[in-house]
């Protein structure tokens, strides 16, 4: 198990993104296959690959296509989560910026499969270049008739429509996203079973399927090649690739697409491995997921079950490294301090809690730490986790939680001692003024 370059297959290949290089390369004959097929053949072909969604959570993909209405009685929707907000992950960005046409084939598919006309790719705001060479993909598609009215002759229509967002963490929540879609604030929605699930009333009321990325592209490749070529690789419940965003103290940062069930540390051998000193930890799917230290880094396999039995999640594949000159402590500060500037404010646990947990870490490593802070910080994350409304509470409470359990002695240190136990002196600034409304205010 190793670097599996399935999506990746043709990232390097010279003008990729250009829609004649791309068909020489095997380019739409998925959605050529597909558009000889029953909607519901497409659905059992993503259910034979045993593929999961990649955003984070890795709910199985066709159980979502399957649960939209079967017919062309109302309108249907097909949303591509583009934010890719989670701190540490950027595998979407370079997806969308070297092989836009993956995507939008996987969308087309999606239309197909779900009996939806329309799709909406939601992109941060920050991803200009993606957003204008996906632009240009679309363009392209809508040329050679793979993309708007009787696609291909089937009869099937299909739209592609690139909405912006404004830099909002929270707007990356299926719900939240679909809000903003929706020209609303980017809150999130009640969720089921107090509301109906997104594929029965979804962005405007209508049926709606929203998939990451990385999904739709890893459908893509499934209709072309066979859902039991894909299930060919992975682990029993893993199945296929991940593509990992390796960032932080390691020799070559990337994007790395690996077979489901890789050995944590063999993909930090291919990345490299450790810079500038030993490991002290890793966390593995982006800032929202536990810490490891080196000895259960030894045990994890990248893939849902393994990370899950060790304590931490896959999530999003946000893959960070940290040396032994790290300051544990002041990593969670900056971590908090990033769920605190993004906790969008509709609920008390998150609002309130994720501003207590910057304060505390704050004054800890600043040399204001009290006897009780980590029990403290251990209260406020128990009233958090749980007990909002939307993961974002959730994410904000768990790597604290991880840290404290990892690295209980650097914080009892830096309290005791008023400096860091690994004598890094630096304490990242406040960004506060970075929020327009608190900029605002202060003018
Ligand atoms: C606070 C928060 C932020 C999220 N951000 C993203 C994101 O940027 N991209 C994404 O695909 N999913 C994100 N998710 C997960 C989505 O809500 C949703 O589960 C996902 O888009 C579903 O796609 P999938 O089934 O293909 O994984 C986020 C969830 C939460 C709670
Ligand atoms: S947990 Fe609550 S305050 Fe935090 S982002 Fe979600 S809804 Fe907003």
């Given at each position: 198990?190793?670097?599996?370059n399935?999506?990746?297959e043709?990232?390097?290949?010279?003008?990729?993104?250009?829609?004649?290089?791309?068909?020489?390369n095997?380019?739409?004959?998925?959605?050529?296959?597909?558009?000889?097929?029953?909607?519901?053949?497409?659905?059992?072909?993503?259910?034979?690959?045993?593929l999961?969604?990649?955003?984070?959570?890795g709910?199985?993909?066709?159980?979502?296509w399957?649960g939209?209405?079967?017919?062309?009685?109302?309108?249907?929707?097909?949303?591509?989560?583009?934010?890719?907000?989670?701190?540490?992950t950027?595998?979407?960005?370079?997806l969308?910026?070297?092989?836009?046409?993956?995507?939008?084939?996987?969308?087309?598919?999606a239309?197909?499969?779900?009996?939806?006309?329309?799709g909406y790719?939601?992109?941060?705001?920050?991803?200009?270049?993606?957003?204008?060479?996906?632009?240009?993909?679309?363009?392209?598609?809508?040329?050679?008739?793979?993309?708007?009215?009787?696609?291909?002759g089937t009869?099937r229509d299909?739209?592609?429509?690139?909405?912006?967002?404004?830099?909002?963490?929270?707007?990356?929540?299926?719900?939240?996203?679909?809000?903003s879609?929706?020209?609303?604030?980017g809150?999130?929605?009640?969720k089921?079973?107090?509301a109906?699930?997104?594929?029965?009333?979804?962005?405007?009321q209508?049926?709606?399927?929203?998939?990451?990325?990385?999904?739709?592209?890893?459908a893509?490749?499934i209709?072309?090649h066979?859902?039991?070529?894909?299930?060919?690789?992975?682990?029993?419940?893993?199945?296929?690739t991940?593509?990992?965003?390796?960032?932080?103290h390691?020799?070559?940062?990337?994007?790395?697409?690996?077979?489901?069930?890789?050995?944590?540390?063999?993909?930090?051998?291919?990345?490299?491995?450790?810079?500038?000193?030993?490991?002290?930890?890793?966390?593995?799917?982006?800032?929202?997921?536990q810490?490891?230290r080196?000895?259960?880094?030894?045990?994890?396999?990248?893939d849902y079950?393994?990370?899950?039995?060790?304590?931490?999640?896959?999530g999003?594949?946000?893959?960070?490294?940290?040396?032994?000159?790290?300051?544990?402590?002041?990593l969670?500060r900056r971590?908090s301090?990033?769920?605190?500037?993004?906790?969008c404010?509709?609920?008390?646990?998150?609002?309130?809690?994720?501003?207590w947990?910057?304060?505390?870490?704050?004054?800890?490593?600043?040399?204001?730490?009290q006897?009780?802070?980590?029990?403290?910080?251990?209260?406020?994350?128990?009233?958090?986790d749980?007990r909002?409304?939307c993961?974002?509470?959730?994410?904000?409470?768990?790597?604290?939680?991880?840290?404290?359990?990892?690295?209980?002695?650097?914080?009892?240190?830096?309290?005791?001692?008023?400096?860091?136990?690994?004598?890094?002196?630096?304490?990242?600034?406040?960004?506060?003024?970075?929020?327009?409304?608190?900029?605002?205010?202060?003018?």
């Open positions: 198990m190793a670097i599996l399935l999506l990746f043709h990232r390097d290949v010279e003008g990729i993104g250009n829609i004649d290089v791309w068909e020489a095997g380019g739409y004959e998925g959605v050529r296959k597909a558009a000889a097929l029953e909607p519901q053949v497409i659905v059992d072909e993503i259910k034979t690959s045993g999961r969604g990649r955003g984070g959570a709910f199985p993909t066709w159980i979502k399957n939209l209405p079967k017919n062309y009685d109302a309108p249907h929707y097909v949303l591509c989560n583009a934010d890719e907000g989670e701190p540490g950027f595998k979407d960005r370079e969308i910026l070297k092989i836009p046409h993956l995507l939008i084939e996987g969308m087309i598919l239309g197909f499969a779900t009996y939806s006309k329309v790719v939601y992109i941060r705001g920050e991803y200009v270049e993606p957003a204008w060479q996906l632009r240009k993909a679309i363009d392209q598609a809508y040329a050679k008739g793979y993309l708007g009215k009787n696609i291909l009869g299909f739209d592609i429509y690139i909405h912006m967002g404004a830099g909002s963490y929270e707007c990356g929540e299926e719900s939240a996203l679909m809000s879609l929706m020209g609303e604030r809150n999130p929605r009640l089921f079973p107090h109906p699930l997104p594929t029965v009333a979804g962005v405007w209508a049926p709606t399927l929203i998939n990451n990325v990385e999904t739709y592209c890893a893509a490749w209709i072309k066979s859902g039991e070529e894909y299930a060919k690789y992975g682990t029993e419940k893993s199945k296929g991940k593509i990992m965003s390796v960032s932080g390691v020799a070559r940062t990337g994007n790395y697409e690996i077979e489901m069930g890789t050995p944590l540390m063999e993909l930090l051998n291919m990345a490299g491995g450790v810079k500038d000193g030993v490991l002290k930890a890793v966390i593995p799917g982006g800032s929202s997921v810490i490891m080196p000895e259960q880094c030894e045990k994890i396999n990248l079950e393994s990370c899950g039995a060790n304590g931490t999640l896959l999003s594949g946000g893959f960070m490294v940290f040396n032994d000159k790290t300051d544990i402590v002041q969670m971590t301090q990033f769920y605190m500037h993004e906790s404010g509709k609920c008390t646990p998150c609002r309130e809690g994720t501003r947990l910057f304060k505390i870490l704050d004054r800890i490593a600043s040399g204001n730490g006897k009780g802070d980590v029990e403290l910080l251990l209260d406020v994350c128990s009233q958090i749980g909002s409304y993961g974002l509470g959730d994410a904000a409470a768990w790597p604290i939680v991880g840290a404290i359990k990892a690295f209980r002695s650097e914080f009892d240190y830096w309290i005791e001692h008023k400096r860091s136990p690994i004598g890094n002196t630096f304490v990242p600034p406040v960004v506060e003024a970075v929020n327009p409304v608190l900029a605002l205010t202060s003018v």
